[in-house]
Each structure stands twice: as structure tokens, then as C-alpha cells.
């Protein structure tokens, strides 16, 4: 089966307005790695992950079939990106120490993906998957929020959106799991940036692809006045989940 684009026509979006994932989530990363030698991160997008894992392992390789999502990664002297499928990877067995998948495992084949991180990882390696839940701002934002989410786009989240929501609890990999890990993403954002991250969401895009954008804009008048002066900068908080697998 074909996996999902739903990014590609929103690359520069994306990589504007995607959360940064926090400091902290990298240095444990490095630290729980049996060498930092080689950083393997799948469905890496636009890079997000792959970037800030370059600060640490003298070597990263971000993955992605999305060569429109490439065009617009971000860059660093020990940071390689290759066009190709999670499913099958073109590197050597045990050759790596961590491989990550941050926000898109549930894009991917389940089966294959495992067997083929099992592969290449070392003895020892590490698989990291996380991801983050909704946003909660506080207040009338949320119930606007709230409502985009279930109400005007609830069928337009495809099915695999319920292993996010569940914190991709209940995985079944070839890999010695270990206990979740709770961690949070914070941000403060102005409304612009706030309706920018929204406007990346997988069902908004479908949801567009069959509605004209005006369609929106009573709902984005009810964000914008629930906000309040835009130029007003929002704590956003995301739950972030993470579970490690180990290699043994």
C-alpha cells in the first residue's frame, strides 16, 4: 500500500509552523544511544528532528518519500536526507544507533517498519517514537479550538489519528519497550503563528480539498476574537509522549 502525502502541498507551512520539540527530549536521546555515531530519523519532514539530532551524533540521516518535504529541510554539515521508504531502508545492517520517528508512525507500515529498524539498529540501539496530543491555550480559545477539531473536521481525521490520540499505546514491535515517558511541548505564540500551526493539520487539508477557504473564516473571526489582541503572545502546551525500544 502507497503510504500518505498529506504534506507535501504545504511544505513551507509545515516547517514554519510546526512546534519545536524540546532540548531536553535530544539530550536524553544522546544519553540513552549506545554511541552517537549515526542518528536515523524516518518520516523526518522537513527535518525538524533530524536538525536538532545533528547537534548531537556526528552523523544523521533524515528519511522521507516526500521530495517536496526535503526541498525544504533544514540543513548541517553532518546531516544527509535520502528520498526513500521507511519500509526499506538502503543502509547496513546494525549500522545504527538511534533511529527516531517523531509524529508520523502512524503513517507508516507497522510490520515493516519494525523489521526494518530492528535491522539496521546496533546491539543495544534505540528506537524513539513520540508524539504530542492536542494544544489547550486556555479559555474560549480551546472551545474554539475544540470545536475546529471535532465538529467542522471530525471526519476528515483519517483512522490512524487515533494512535496520537492514544499516545501510540498498545505497539507491538520486535524491540524491548520500555515505560512511556510524559514530557510537554510549551510555546508562545502570536495568532497568526497559532492559526499558521492549525492550518497544518492533515484533516484541515482535506477538509480544503473539498471546501472553499472562506468556508473557515466565521471560525477563525470566533479564534481571533477569543484571542484577543493579536500581537498578544499565548502559552500553548502540547502533551508529548515518548517510548523508547531497545535492541537486545
Not at 479550538?145 to 514491535?173: D, F, I, K, N
Not at 487539508?205 to 473539498?210: A, F, N
Not at 503572545?233 to 515518548?242: D, E, G, Q, S, V
Amino acid at each position: 500500500m502507497a503510504p500518505k502525502d498529506l504534506f507535501s502541498g504545504h511544505c513551507r507551512e509545515y516547517a514554519c509552523y510546526r512546534p519545536h520539540y524540546p532540548r531536553q527530549l535530544f539530550e536524553l536521546l544522546a544519553h540513552r544511544a549506545p554511541a552517537t555515531e549515526l542518528a536515523l530519523d524516518l518520516a523526518t519532514g522537513s527535518g525538524q528532528s533530524a536538525f536538532a539530532l545533528s547537534g548531537h551524533f556526528e552523523r544523521v540521516i533524515g528519511v522521507d518519500l516526500s521530495r517536496h518535504q526535503l526541498r525544504h529541510s533544514r540543513k548541517a554539515p553532518n546531516l544527509d536526507y535520502l528520498m526513500a521508504l521507511g519500509e526499506s531502508l538502503p543502509l547496513r545492517r546494525q549500522s545504527v544507533d538511534l533511529v527516531t520517528i517523531a509524529q508520523a508512525l502512524h503513517w507508516l507500515n507497522l510490520e515493516f517498519v519494525g523489521r526494518e529498524v530492528a535491522r539496521v539498529l546496533k546491539p543495544g540501539g534505540v528506537l524513539a517514537i513520540w508524539s504530542y496530543g492536542n494544544c489547550s491555550v486556555g479559555g474560549d480559545v480551546d472551545e474554539v479550538v475544540h470545536r475546529l477539531y471535532e465538529e467542522v473536521l471530525g471526519s476528515y481525521w483519517t483512522p490512524e489519528r487515533r494512535w496520537v490520540e492514544q499516545g501510540y499505546a498498545g505497539l507491538t514491535l520486535p524491540l524491548a519497550g520500555e515505560t512511556p515517558r510524559l514530557m510537554a511541548l510549551r510555546h508562545n505564540w502570536r495568532l497568526t503563528q497559532f492559526i499558521g500551526y492549525l492550518q497544518t493539520w492533515s484533516a484541515l487539508q482535506r477538509y480544503l480539498h473539498q471546501h472553499h477557504q472562506g468556508t473557515l473564516d466565521p471560525l477563525w473571526q470566533d479564534l481571533a476574537q477569543a484571542w484577543g489582541d493579536p500581537a498578544r503572545r499565548r502559552a500553548i502546551h502540547w502533551p508529548l509522549t515518548l517510548r523508547l525500544f531497545l535492541n537486545s
